[in-house]
């Protein structure tokens, strides 16, 4: 620990193999999570959750083989350091809950902390329940459920809920303060003797009751959609950005202690989270260097996705090995890329070579050309038909811009007035091909701007037609809206359609788009279910107090 750490930093709440948990000074509802170097080698398969969990169900005559099994985990268990492990982590967990931000989803993530194995969180009690989603399914699952293909797909996602138990046998209020002490991944020596696979019943059934605020079908709900939202959000992230597929995901939660008692998401992200299958497979063997490799692999690959710095601050040595002498030098040819690495140390390549002229000025001009590098950012084209279509264009920039930070332009086109200008118009936007656009028209739909530009470029177009009451019998003339030729743009009659449809298209290429997007229909979804929990307790109240006025007493039912 630094000097400049020790300033925040109060009495130590929990101290394990992996990790360090202390209070913040004058923060009574924040904690700081210290990640240390170790991992737990026992022999478990690497990076796929829930396979060094039980595959057997919580059944009574399993209890006897599961207490075998603790002893014996006990006594087998071992730690190694893995350098640069708790900055990586931290770093991996930071990146995804940033991630999570952009969707408004609630954790107990709150900030980075200057020294990288540190993040600031939310004071919570971990709830003792594990949430697996998986898309497709891994050799544990296949074990478990005989007859399933290694590799299926689960349409929608499938989700499991596991029991985790108490490895010490109490509940004192120490568990409490350290939030995770009881219930961690790696910190539970014989996290796979203690857990067994719950259904939706049982867990409905256990009635919890933890920082006094009871597990209901409500919230049970709550966190079931959360699962299916963060998975949603990071599937499409990987996807989109490194063609990668996320196989599974683990997920916890845990209650704020806070005098507002809210259910977030609490766990770290490692190699022990989720199960990621990149396009090129690396060697499934279990060892400090590919834990590492993996790690380095997966915090580059975040960073590069948030645009943060890749080469972040370590505390330690983390050198990735055979790969130094390809970062320092370009391949002067084809031929010569396309070699192993082991290869490229014979190669040379005479001074007066011409490739090397040539490749020297293919750099240069790269060099002077990088500032006009088109933008890889979404933006939206609003094309107004007169001067009163204006301030409706200023009302969907206004809100694409401060609720999506989508760039957007509003251009004044005529199609009768100058159909050349339009096209000349469309060549300022078409050259950046790479850059994802969507073109919104106002005005009348019989104007022809939305057809013209549509018919001239690749770009989707959406037509907003604002109605008025005299509009509103006869708006324009359906049989030639319904041809052929007039169907190649989309037409909505409101500001609020045509703002929806802009961020939908959007998003496929986007993944904060796709993030907000998806943030927004949980809030709904949560709203609407806060909303019919109120309405039923309301009306079993009601209920009691008739009873109660009919009859005399108070009678529950």
Known sequence: MTSSTNDILGQKLFDGKTKTIYSMIDQPGLICIYRKDFYQASGRTLSIPGSRRTSIDSSNRFNQIQQQQNITCNNSNSYIEIPGKGALTTSI???????????????????????????????????????????????TYVKRNPGIMNGHRFIPPLIEIYHKRSTNGNNDENLDSSFESSFDEEDSDSDECLSSIWSYEQLLNTHFDIENLKITQTEIEYMYEICCTIFDILEHLWMMKKNCQLIDLKIEFGITTTITKEIVVANTFDI?????????????????????????????????????????PLPVKIVPRRRSFIHQRQPSTLDEAETDDDEKVKISVTPNDDHIDIHRDILSLNIYSSSFSPLITSRCIIVCSSLHDIGQGQKIKATLNESYNIQCDIRLCSIYKSTQAILKFLSNYSYEHCRSTVFVTLGNINNGLAMCLSSNSQYPVIHCSLMNIEQQNNLFDINSYLSQDASMFTVVFTLTSAVQNVVQILAMNDWRLWAKQRGKRLKNYIDLLVADQQLTTTAVTATKQITKNNNGILANK
């Open 272 to 312: 022990e989270t989720w199960h990621i299958l990149r396009p090129i497979q690396k060697n499934a063997s279990l060892g400090d260097d590919l834990i590492q490799e993996n790690l380095i692999w997966m915090n580059n690959a975040l960073r590069d996705i948030l645009n943060l710095n890749i080469n972040m």
């Open 93 to 139: 967990t930071t990146c995804v809950y940033e991630i999570l931000r952009e969707a408004s989803i609630p954790t107990f993530y709150v900030a980075t902390h200057r020294q990288p194995d540190i993040f600031i969180a939310r004071k919570c009690t971990m709830i003792p329940i594990l949430w697996i989603v998986r898309r497709l399914a891994n050799e």
